[in-house]
């Protein structure tokens, strides 16, 4: 089967390279799956460059989340053949492939309300942006939500999770293009981080308030200026740090103005609360269901393509998600 693999850490499209490689086989307690769609995280790039927190051997294949069809079971695993499944494939054996092995007790049904594509990109974005206003941040219908970097692919969901849940919305982008995209998500308000007064505008469009919680997946001097509008009592909800930057927060400043910090590590609740995971992704089918979520697929390219989008994702260029669709499903 074709599989893209890394064979040194660098930049994506410089060391992910389409290879000819053996047929997976199950093992016990194992699925063998038929990739239907392989949607492109940003840990996908940091996993190539070698900065993920998790390091696998090389060469190794990227790709940590799927949309599958059950082809085959493993001793003792249970499942249906031919069912549509959400999987998150071990590394090193990712998901840009034709085919992978997965543990049968981590997949999930896929939503019917959703495409392949779209289920593709439901699972780990979402999860994080679930696990982050509703079980760390506990946001509430009527208070303001702020989401950087709002017409990404995390920042998407997290738009779309807190309009569900009945929050002002308002949404921080680069550039008017994804301005526009964080419009028709539905923020309540847009803001170009590269033509607005962040600060000031969230102020004035909360009274001085500021905003009650901030989703933050970018990090470094976003987070400067989050400290800057949260609302007294407010939550910050640290989910990554895409700009490249880790910063350090000053807690004198947290303690005089009355705000949290949270930090989200989403992967912990596999391990730690896998039935919150599952009781989740419930929640999130049935939000799909009455189409109050649907996550935004920019593109769909096929697998030879898959260098180039993990690229484009890494520099920031994209705008929602892309996903991987092998040919042969298509």
């Known amino acids: 089967m074709k599989a893209w693999r890394v064979h040194e850490n660098g930049e994506p499209r410089e060391v992910m390279r389409l290879d000819d490689v053996p047929d997976p086989s199950p093992g016990p ?18 996993l190539c460059r070698g900065q993920y927190q998790v390091r696998p ?47 049968a007790r981590t997949v999930l049904p896929a939503p019917e309300a959703l495409d392949d594509a779209e289920s593709a990109a439901l699972h780990i974005g979402y999860q994080t942006g679930w696990f982050g206003l509703h079980r760390r941040a506990r946001l509430r219908g009527g208070e303001t939500l702020l989401v950087h970097a709002a017409a990404g692919g995390v920042g998407s969901a997290a738009v779309q999770l807190g309009k569900a849940a009945g929050a002002t919305v308002i949404g921080v982008t680069g550039g008017p293009e994804k301005a526009r995209v964080a ?5 309540d308000l847009v803001l170009d981080r590269r033509a607005d007064d962040v600060v000031a505008a969230v102020k004035e469009a909360t009274g001085g308030r500021g905003a009650d919680v901030v989703y933050d997946p970018v990090g470094g001097d976003t987070f ?83 260098a180039d989008a993990v690229q484009r994702v890494a520099d920031g260029t994209t705008t929602g998600r892309i996903v991987v669709v092998p040919e042969a499903v298509r």
């Open 224 to 306: 400067t200026r989050s400290t800057k509008c949260v609302a007294f009592e407010g939550r910050i909800v640290v989910v990554g740090f895409a700009s490249g930057t880790i910063p350090t927060p000053a807690l004198s400043h947290a303690l005089v103005k009355n705000y949290t910090i949270l930090g989200l590590h989403w992967g912990l609740y596999n391990t730690k609360d896998p039935g919150a995971v599952r009781a989740c992704h419930e929640e999130l089918a049935a939000l799909a269901e009455r189409g109050a979520i649907k996550p935004l697929v920019s593109e769909r390219v096929p697998l030879d393509k898959a």
């Open 183 to 187: 419009r028709e998500l539905g923020c």
């Open 29 to 46: 307690g194992e699925l063998l799956v038929r990739i239907r769609a392989a949607n492109v995280n940003f840990p996908d790039a940091l």
């Open 57 to 103: 051997p090389l060469p190794f294949t990227p790709g940590v989340e799927v949309c599958a069809e059950i082809l085959a079971l493993g001793d003792g695993a249970e499942g249906e053949i031919g069912a549509r499944v959400l999987a998150q494939p071990a590394l090193p054996a990712g998901g840009f492939a034709e085919q992978a092995v997965v543990a």
